[in-house]
């Protein structure tokens, strides 16, 4: 017999806090899932739009007007099924307050954008066609900022409150450049700031 076998590990505290991150692992959804999906959107949505409605109207690419606005709200919509999935995936092991918590949070991202579409509708004839575009734009993305940071702030995610103003900060910047100009700052700093949040998440995610 060996007497070895029944010895306690070297290291208890070791074994525990590995047991507890392989389990919090297995609860937590894979970062990427909810950064790289909107971050393609707003990288290739908002770089149509820069290329079809440039700086004081310049068109770099003679695309259909219709194009940008469509392809920003049908990955817009991928990406809130991608998320969606992922994020059901991961609360179905979870009960109680903080399942609520994030089924509360998931509604409070639709009513948000579904009420603001409503209110903004109701501007969009007041103004030229590119200061049109810039409310909406600087709207949509400043709401996203500030939900990610309430996100940050309800569920204690230092990460998320720190991408939600980060993207607050790039809007202002864009909205501040003007029409044309917000399109790329937030295509370029927006979605690549997505991507590259999405991939330091999943590097701690895997840690």
Request: aromatic share 10%; net charge neutral; no cysteine.
């Amino acid at each position: 017999m060996n007497l070895d076998d029944d010895r306690p590990p070297a290291d208890p505290l070791a074994v525990i806090a590995r047991e507890r991150a392989t389990a919090e692992r297995g609860l937590t959804p894979d970062p990427r899932m909810f950064s790289w999906p909107w971050g393609v959107a707003w990288l290739v949505g908002f770089t149509l739009f820069f290329l079809r409605f440039g700086p004081d109207g310049r068109v770099f690419v003679d695309l259909p007007g219709w194009l940008p606005l469509t392809t920003l709200l049908g990955l817009m919509i991928a990406a809130g099924v991608v998320t969606g999935v992922a994020g059901a995936r991961a609360g179905r092991h979870v009960s109680g307050p903080s399942s609520r918590q994030g089924a509360l949070y998931g509604v409070s991202w639709s009513i948000g954008f579904a009420g603001m579409s409503v209110v903004l509708s109701q501007f969009t004839g007041l103004l030229s066609e590119a200061m049109s575009g810039l409310l909406w734009a600087g709207v949509m993305v400043g709401l996203t900022g500030v939900l990610h940071m309430a996100g940050g702030a309800a569920f204690d995610d230092r990460h998320l409150f720190v991408l939600g103003a980060g993207i607050s900060v790039v809007n202002v910047a864009g909205v501040l450049a003007g029409p044309g100009w917000h399109s790329l700052v937030v295509a370029v700093a927006g979605g690549g700031g997505m991507l590259l949040a999405g991939l330091l998440g999943w590097l701690r995610w895997r840690r």
